[in-house]
């Protein structure tokens, strides 16, 4: 059986707290811009994905990607 690895996203001087709400927040949209720059085949864009997943709690990533569905996403993407 294969080993599995896991890992979180790496430690970022821009959130030196403990709260890392924001920190799950940019690691979101640094993913989604990635994503509008270089398109959804590149690999380079799946760090982001990796970071965001670790941090973020789901039902803020679906509420998130619903918001982004129908327009009304507060953040800059």
């Known amino acids: ?14 959130f030196p707290t403990t ?3 924001r ?3 940019t690691r979101y949209i640094e993913f989604h811009r990635c994503v509008a720059a270089k398109g959804e085949e590149s690999g380079d864009c799946e760090k ?9 709690p789901g039902e ?3 509420r998130w990607n ?12």
Not at 48 to 56: I, M, N, P, T
Request: charged content about 25%; proline content about 7%.
């Open 19 to 21: 709260n890392q709400s």
């Open 66 to 77: 619903e918001q982004r569905e129908n327009g009304t996403f507060p953040g800059p993407l």
């Open 48 to 56: 982001f994905a990796k970071y965001y997943r670790s941090l973020c």
């Open 60 to 62: 803020w990533v679906e």
């Open 23 to 25: 920190h799950c927040f």
């Open 1 to 14: 059986m294969a080993e599995i690895e896991l890992k979180t996203a790496p430690a970022d001087f821009r």
